[in-house]
């Protein structure tokens, strides 16, 4: 362990939520339920990766379906905004959302949520349904931000909303 | 007016400058002050003084590190090392303002999931660019439009973003128009359009022109 350099004091949960426009088996989402293991293992092997939450096949979150019966949703942890970027924007997982509308239903609310957690904590579906609804309802905040507005994790133990 | 573009743009008449900031924009911060001078055939003190002035109208910045490929014991000090600045200067007269314009129009895209029409849009637009091309050959070509190739190992790698700020704020639309024009160029040349594939990277275009048996 390197005790030279402390590690950050926050980090940064993801969540987001997408409307499948058939069901995951149905071939027109073949391309997309094939790649599925190739880009979560990119976002894996990413810098700055931290976490993923996994249903109980092990592999995917494609089990739970907490936000609706056609809801595929993503739980995550980053080191930070730069990291997530990255491996969004800058990995094969871009291809994935350049064709999202093949697969998915265009939304009109906001689909990704942001947050910073206490390093060492991880985020609940609970939490990052009430972070999802502060970012419909009030906009972008440092308690419920987006990759195009984020905000810089707290400076000192504030508390969190 | 913006006073920084003027100056830039001032700076970059000189022919010797122009062709000093041209060689290290291509050299990815890579060569030292010396090599620079050396490769235009230049005298160090007034490759050194023209540098400066591109320093000093910010179309340049210098990075001070050990110059790749000497590593070790005996590899020197750390050099000061021109490279392109990251910072966007455009000059328009009279004034305009289409970034502006180019991310309300990526929005209203965005907001109507427009998707499918701005990939068929790109995909026109750049056939008829293509076209216009006639045969100029493809590095060529791409060159002319801003792309910077260069060969790498599966293609042709393109190191600068022509739509760089609008990709920074709308990745998945400005890749997808990037992709579809680049698409298109290739089929007007009558190449293959699937030669050109998403391949991002940080730092780089979104885009890579896969290799054909010609090139």
């Known amino acids: 362990m390197d005790k030279s350099t402390p590690a950050p004091a926050y980090q940064l949960a993801q969540l987001n939520i997408a409307v499948m426009r058939a069901p995951l088996d149905d071939p027109s989402m073949r391309d997309f339920a094939d790649g599925l293991d190739r880009i979560n293992g990119?976002?894996?092997?990413?810098?700055?990766?931290?976490?993923?939450?996994?249903?109980?096949?092990?592999?995917?979150?494609?089990?739970?379906?907490?936000?609706?019966?056609?809801?595929?949703?993503?739980?995550?942890?980053?080191?930070?905004?730069?990291?997530?970027?990255?491996?969004?924007?800058?990995?094969?997982?871009?291809?994935?959302?350049?064709?999202?509308?093949?697969?998915?239903?265009?939304?009109?609310?906001?689909?990704?949520?942001?947050?910073?957690?206490?390093?060492?904590?991880?985020?609940?579906?609970?939490?990052?349904?009430?972070?999802l609804d502060l970012l419909r309802t009030n906009g972008p905040s440092p308690e419920a931000f987006d990759l195009r507005t984020p905000f810089p994790a707290p400076t000192h133990h504030d508390q969190h909303a | 007016m913006d006073h920084a573009s003027l100056d830039a743009a001032h700076a970059l008449a000189d022919p010797v400058r122009r062709r000093l900031y041209e060689y290290v924009a291509a050299s990815d911060g890579d060569v030292s002050r010396g090599r620079a001078a050396e490769a235009l055939g230049l005298q160090r003190t007034l490759a050194a003084h023209h540098l400066d002035r591109l320093v000093d109208a910010?179309?340049?910045?210098?990075?001070?590190?050990?110059?790749?490929?000497?590593?070790?014991?005996?590899?020197?000090?750390?050099?000061?090392?021109?490279?392109?600045?990251?910072?966007?200067?455009?000059?328009?007269?009279?004034?305009?303002?289409?970034?502006?314009?180019?991310?309300?129009?990526?929005?209203?895209?965005?907001?109507?999931?427009?998707e499918d029409a701005l990939h068929a849009a790109a995909r026109a637009e750049g056939?008829?660019?293509?076209?216009?091309?006639?045969?100029?050959?493809?590095p060529e070509f791409l060159r002319e439009r801003g792309y910077e190739p260069e060969d790498a190992e599966d293609g042709l790698r393109l190191r600068n973003c022509p739509f760089h700020s609008l990709a920074r704020e709308f990745p998945p639309l400005a890749c997808g128009l990037n992709l579809e024009l680049l698409r298109g160029a290739l089929e007007a040349r009558g190449e293959d359009g699937g030669r050109a594939r998403m391949s991002p990277v940080p730092g780089r275009c979104c885009v890579v022109v896969s290799k054909n048996n010609e090139d």
């Open chain 2, 58 to 114: 910010g179309l340049l910045e210098v990075t001070r590190r050990k110059v790749s490929g000497r590593e070790g014991p005996g590899s020197g000090r750390p050099a000061n090392l021109p490279r392109r600045s990251g910072r966007e200067l455009s000059l328009h007269l009279p004034p305009r303002d289409y970034e502006l314009a180019a991310r309300v129009l990526a929005e209203a895209v965005d907001r109507h999931g427009a």
């Open chain 1, 42 to 131: 990119i976002a894996e092997s990413s810098p700055g990766y931290v976490w993923r939450l996994l249903d109980d096949g092990g592999k995917d979150a494609t089990g739970l379906r907490d936000f609706g019966d056609d809801v595929l949703m993503n739980l995550s942890v980053w080191k930070d905004v730069d990291a997530l970027w990255d491996f969004t924007y800058r990995s094969d997982h871009l291809d994935f959302l350049r064709r999202r509308r093949e697969w998915f239903e265009r939304m009109r609310e906001a689909f990704v949520v942001l947050w910073w957690i206490p390093t060492g904590t991880l985020p609940t579906v609970g939490e990052a349904k009430r972070r």
């Open chain 2, 127 to 138: 056939k008829r660019v293509g076209a216009e091309g006639g045969d100029t050959p493809l």
